[in-house]
């Protein structure tokens, strides 16, 4: 859509498009309630400019509509969300999508403690151990590094005798400090 368009850049003519979308059964009362709100606005004096005209349709739409079962069930799996297997980036990108329609800020404390808990644990103790992550970027750039160095020490005590003899003893030595 393009935003320059006189439908979208004044906010009445934003709200009447984007309810003139909204059509059903289930809906169509909801819809002449928004557009009646909208037409009164109008009619008293408020400017077809005003911002607030759209924000409030817009409020009003994600009071109406929003998945408040998506939110509870997002909640509930990330306390029980782990990561599974090598794959960093799913376990880090699954989270963030869950965090968001859960309704955590990936900063607060909280969300950061479950990003924590879901990580192997001796992943997470080098985390914290080497790195002191405070917030998302620190936890994520953190846990993406230790776990490639994890890989590849794996990688290498996998090739055989000739990459295990001091490779295999810095693992050990690694794995005494964790």
């Not at 709100?37 to 924000?55: F, I, P, S, Y």
């Amino acid at each position: 859509m393009n935003p320059t368009v006189e439908q979208l850049a004044i906010p009445y003519q934003c709200a009447m498009t984007f309810l003139s979308y909204i059509r059903g059964p289930l809906v169509d009362d909801w819809v002449d309630e928004q557009a009646d709100w909208l037409m009164n606005q109008v009619q008293t004096g408020v400017a077809h400019a005003e911002e607030n005209l759209w924000r409030t349709i817009e409020v009003r739409f994600r009071q109406a509509y929003t998945d408040t079962v998506e939110k509870a069930k997002a909640q509930h799996q990330l306390r029980d969300f782990r990561m599974k297997g090598d794959d960093i980036d799913t376990y880090i990108s699954t989270f963030q999508n869950l965090a968001r329609k859960a309704g955590y800020t990936l900063d607060e404390n909280v969300t950061l403690g479950m990003f924590a808990d879901g990580l192997p644990p001796k992943l997470m103790v080098n985390c914290v151990k080497f790195d002191h992550p405070v917030d998302w970027n620190d936890w994520t750039n953190s846990a993406r590094l230790h776990h490639e160095e994890y890989i590849q020490l794996r990688d290498r005590l996998k090739g055989g005798p000739r990459s295990q003899g001091h490779t295999l003893l810095r693992y050990h030595r690694m794995l005494a400090l964790t």
